[in-house]
C-alpha cells in the first residue's frame, strides 16, 4: 500500500512543472513570468544559463534559481528529455545542499528538496523504493516547519490531490490548501509578475473541472485572465475547452 501511494505522489511530482517560493526575486523575475505566459522554454532556459553565470551566494538567490530550475525539469520530463533533464537535477540537489547547511531549518529548501527526488523517481520509477518515503519525509517536514510556506503548503496540496482516498488522498483539503496558497500570495501583495500565482489558480481550475465543479472552475479561468488576459495556455486551450464542455 504504500509503494502505491509513492508511485501516485511521484506521478504527480513529474507532471507539474511550476511550484516556487515567494521570495526576494531578482531582475529575472518579470523575464520567467513573460516566458511563462508565452510558454517559451527556450527563453527559460535562457535565464537559467543568465542567472547561472552570476553564481548566486546568498540562500535566498539559490532559492530563486531553484525554482527555476524547478520548473525546467518538470518541461523536460514532460518532453522525454531525461539526460537534460538529470544534469539540471544534479544542479539544484547541490542548491539544495548549499541551502539546507546554510540555513538547516529551510522549510522551501525541504519542500525542493522531495521534489527533485520525485523527478528522479520519475526518471525511473525503479527508484520508488529507495527514494519515494525520503520525497514524502522532506515535503511533510517542510510543511511541519513552516505551515504558511507557499512551496510547503502547495507541495501538500498536490500530494493530497493526485494520491486516491484509499491511500490518503484528499482533494477537498488539498482544494483548500491550494486556495490558501493564493491567499497567502494576495495578502502579501507579490501576485504581480509571479508565475506561482497563475499557476496556484489554474490548478485550482482544473481541480474544479476534474471534480464537475464546471462553473467554479470557469469562475476561476475567468479571474485569471481578468489578471493576466495573454497568458496562453489558459487562453488558448484550457478555457476554451471547458466552454465547449459546457
Wanted: net charge positive; glycine share 6%; proline share 2%.
Amino acid at each position: 500500500m504504500k509503494c502505491k501511494k509513492i508511485f501516485f505522489l511521484i506521478l504527480f511530482l513529474v507532471l507539474i512543472s511550476v511550484q516556487s517560493n515567494v521570495c526576494a526575486q531578482s531582475g529575472y523575475k518579470l523575464q520567467i513570468y513573460n516566458a511563462y505566459i508565452n510558454g517559451d522554454m527556450n527563453k527559460w532556459a535562457t535565464i537559467i544559463h543568465n542567472f547561472e553565470k552570476e553564481s548566486p551566494s546568498t540562500i535566498e538567490r539559490k532559492l530563486e534559481l531553484l525554482s527555476y530550475y524547478y520548473g525546467y525539469i518538470g518541461y523536460l520530463i514532460g518532453a522525454k528529455k531525461n539526460d537534460t533533464a538529470q544534469k539540471f537535477i544534479v544542479k539544484g540537489e547541490k542548491l539544495i545542499a548549499d541551502v539546507i547547511k546554510m540555513s538547516p531549518n529551510n522549510a522551501t529548501a525541504y519542500a525542493f528538496k522531495g521534489s527533485f527526488l520525485g523527478f528522479r523517481i520519475g526518471m525511473s520509477k525503479f527508484k520508488a523504493l529507495s527514494l519515494g518515503q525520503e520525497s514524502i519525509e522532506s515535503i511533510e517536514k517542510a510543511y511541519k516547519l513552516d505551515p504558511q510556506n507557499i512551496q510547503a503548503v502547495v507541495d501538500r496540496a498536490n500530494a493530497l490531490y493526485h494520491t486516491p482516498r484509499l491511500f490518503g488522498g484528499d482533494k477537498k483539503e488539498a482544494l483548500r490548501l491550494f486556495q490558501e496558497g493564493v491567499t497567502l500570495i494576495e495578502t502579501s501583495k507579490s501576485a504581480k509578475n509571479n508565475w506561482l500565482y497563475l499557476n496556484l489558480l489554474t490548478s485550482i481550475a482544473q481541480a474544479y473541472e476534474n471534480t464537475d465543479q464546471k462553473k467554479k472552475a470557469a469562475f476561476t479561468y475567468d479571474k485569471i485572465l481578468r489578471f493576466e488576459p495573454e497568458f496562453k495556455w489558459v487562453k488558448n486551450e484550457l478555457y476554451p475547452a471547458l466552454l465547449k464542455k459546457m
